[in-house]
T-cell receptor, first 113, second 111 residues
């Protein structure tokens, strides 16, 4: 398996534009996580899915953020409209289950200007 | 409410020395205690993990020590090398609780 695949690796967009981040988890993993990493706030869990169903989205900062997992091999994180304070590295991770190793993608570095 | 507290925030160790990073947690339902290592430009990757049925686990130069009563676990890096320079995160989980990462410890090993 190629591991968790995220795209794009880098995204630069203007304030107010819609941004969509994509993630392909490892095949067979039942859990998918979206994290955001910044210098100020560290690594924050935004939302996680179990068997394609969102379980906890309490970390999603506001309504501008939404995440979907239409099938077991694909998830998206959308920001609409984007703001400069959304600039961060966004990671997707997947795992077999609760209390097991999480495998992270390479991340998407988002810059909103 | 912060469930995971990691210390120190940064650490400078000479090559060959011992690096020690600590993690304190509150949720007694946690049953998986990992340490992740992150290099610049990369995602975190599992370094070593322990289950609560043992108090210590060693893998090469890396050791986890676990103190269930104190709700703490620590990472020891023996004979620290410049290649160990990275950011380390604890991320206890389990009991159907979402994974919470510690604030991270930036380790710099100087030659």
């Amino acid at each position: 398996d190629a591991g968790v695949i995220q795209s794009p690796r880098h995204e630069v967009t203007e304030m107010g534009q819609e941004v969509t981040l994509r993630c392909k988890p490892i095949s067979g993993h039942d859990y998918l996580f979206w994290y955001r990493q910044t210098m100020m706030r560290g690594l924050e869990l935004l939302i996680y899915f179990n068997n394609n169903v969102p379980i906890d989205d309490s970390g999603m900062p506001e309504d501008r953020f939404s995440a979907k997992m239409p099938n077991a091999s694909f998830s998206t994180l959308k920001i609409q409209p984007s703001e400069p304070r959304d600039s961060a590295v966004y990671f997707c991770a997947s795992s077999y289950g609760v209390g097991t190793e999480a495998f992270f993608g390479q991340g998407t570095r988002l810059t909103v200007v | 409410q912060q469930q995971v507290k990691q210390s120190p925030q940064s650490l400078i160790v000479q090559k060959g020395g011992i690096s020690i990073i600590n993690c304190a947690y509150e949720n007694t339902a946690f049953d998986y205690f990992p340490w992740y290592q992150q290099f610049p430009g990369k995602g975190p990757a599992l370094l070593i993990a322990i289950r609560p049925d043992v108090s210590e686990k060693k893998e090469g130069r890396f050791t986890i020590s676990f103190n269930k009563s104190a709700k703490q676990f620590s990472l020891h890096i023996m004979d620290s090398q410049p290649g160990d320079s990275a950011t380390y995160f604890c991320a206890p989980s389990g009991g159907y609780q979402k994974v919470t990462f510690g604030t991270g410890t930036k380790l710099q090993v100087i030659p």
